[in-house]
């Protein structure tokens, strides 16, 4: 099973040379620790930052420099900061290649839930909607189950919707997934977990193919 640095590490392999990627809150702000250090990425934050390098050592924070989780950030030689329209024009403009964001719920359909819980204070929807309405590319960092260990991903997802119909690829503490017409697909399985313990732990229909290999990160 990965913790929360696992899952960071293992998406860190989806993100290619010359990629532009935007980061959500959570567990996606960790995955820029983990790029490796041979390809060019640049790390973008709706608040209006380009170039993000990785969290700053205990006593090297700037407050004033964030990202859209008002985490203090590094940046990385050549980085830009810029208004909320610009940042937002690069998200509409389809110039971000890679997003990658919590989730609270994911359907088998590819739906997202991941600003809203009814009855619960919430900051807002952030710029969660422009990021998943423009994306091409989303991959979902979340645990598979909540704190009663129900599955979140789900046939149908209960909260309201973030987006519809635009997740790619899910990994979580269990699994990696992808998102087809049919449904979940298992891709690869977490280190000590069988592919039994995912089918218990997801609700919604789980496509599995032949062995399944445990991933490596």
């Not at 503490?173 to 039994?196: C, Q, W």
Request: proline content about 4%.
């Amino acid at each position: 099973m990965l913790d929360k640095t696992g899952i960071a590490k293992r998406i860190a392999k989806e993100v290619k040379d010359g990629y532009y990627v935007n980061l959500g809150i959570g567990i996606p702000t960790l995955v820029a620790n983990y790029v490796r250090n041979d390809i060019e990425v640049e790390f973008q934050s709706e608040n209006g930052v380009l170039g993000m390098g990785p969290f700053p050592f205990e006593g090297d924070e700037d407050a004033d420099i964030i990202n859209a989780g008002k985490q203090t950030i590094t940046t990385l030689p050549g980085a830009s900061f810029f208004d909320s329209s610009m940042s937002f024009s690069m998200i509409r403009g389809k110039h971000v290649d890679l997003t990658i964001l919590g989730a609270m719920e994911v359907s088998e359909s590819g739906d997202i839930a991941n600003w809203k819980i009814p009855g619960k204070m919430v900051k807002g929807m952030g710029g969660a909607m422009d990021l998943v309405a423009s994306a091409e590319n989303i991959i979902v960092a979340m645990m598979h189950t909540n704190r009663e260990g129900e599955s979140k991903l789900l046939k149908k997802c209960s909260l309201p919707l973030t987006g519809v119909a635009c997740v790619k690829k899910i990994v979580t503490n269990l699994a990696v997934l992808e998102v087809t017409k049919d449904g979940f697909k298992l891709v690869e399985r977490a280190p000590g977990i069988s592919v039994e313990d995912i089918i218990k732990a997801t609700e919604g229909k789980l496509i599995i193919e032949g062995d399944i290999p445990e991933m490596s990160i």
